[in-house]
């Protein structure tokens, strides 16, 4: 029988206190992977949590967190800033968004993104900041896809635009997959039809006999 694997959605929520350690467990992977890796965080998860905690207490800090089986795969950290002497506009700023390696390519980035839009537009931030984690291409591809733009060494979207390309990018995905199981069907169908596979003389050969035979008995009478 075939198996068949289905791939696990993707939740993405606030963290809680208890989502810390796995949280900091994921910051200790991007500070492996990144080639500035202690400019990304401390290599002491014990210490992360305790960094992770004040910045859910701090006014406007959050933590979004990724989960696929309840396993944390992803997260985002975030501060909702208030307008201020340099801005009079309110903002978000994200300081830190990470996937882990083996969760890549599955919609982890976008769920996250798209949380965080929703809590742009929730805090009435107009735009949304980001600086990516130093050496990260691919999130920096990533967030240029979304409409980041480079501001001052950090990206910058305009929220109304993030959503609207997030909705884009996701439209674009559920297409280019439904074309690639298309495709694929109309593959196997082409390659069913043109296997005629072998043919099985024998009924054919009983018909004949049986419509023959009372040629042969007139012969045989004559």
């Known amino acids: 029988m075939r198996r068949f694997h289905v791939r696990a959605a993707v939740v993405v929520r606030p963290a809680v206190g208890d989502d810390l350690p796995g949280v900091a467990v994921l910051c200790a992977e991007a500070r492996r992977e990144s080639a500035a890796g202690p400019q990304v965080c401390l290599s002491d998860e014990s210490k992360l949590v305790r960094q992770l905690s004040v910045l859910l207490a701090v006014p406007g800090g959050s933590i979004l967190v990724a989960f696929q089986d309840d396993v944390p795969v992803g997260f985002l950290l975030a501060r909702a800033l208030e307008p201020h002497i340099f801005n009079d506009e309110p903002s978000l700023y ?4 990470y996937v882990s390696q083996d969760a890549r ?6 769920a996250l993104l798209t949380a965080t839009a929703e809590l742009a537009a929730q805090t009435g931030a107009v735009d949304v900041f ?6 990260s291409r691919g ?15 950090h990206r910058v979207v305009s929220t109304s635009v ?9 439209g674009t995905s559920r297409r280019g997959t439904r074309g ?3 495709l694929i069907a ?4 082409a390659r069913t039809e043109g296997q005629t596979g072998p043919v099985d003389l024998r009924a054919f050969q009983e018909d004949l006999r049986e419509s023959t035979a009372p040629l042969v008995s007139e012969s045989a009478a004559r």
């Open 94 to 97: 994200i300081e830190a968004l």
């Open 105 to 110: 390519r599955r919609g982890v980035g976008h």
């Open 130 to 135: 980001s600086v990516p984690i130093p050496g």
């Open 139 to 153: 999130v920096q591809r990533f967030l240029a896809r979304l409409g980041f733009a480079p501001a001052a060494g």
């Open 162 to 170: 993030l959503q609207r390309r997030l909705a884009a990018d996701s």
């Open 180 to 182: 690639l199981e298309d």
């Open 186 to 189: 109309r593959r196997r169908k």
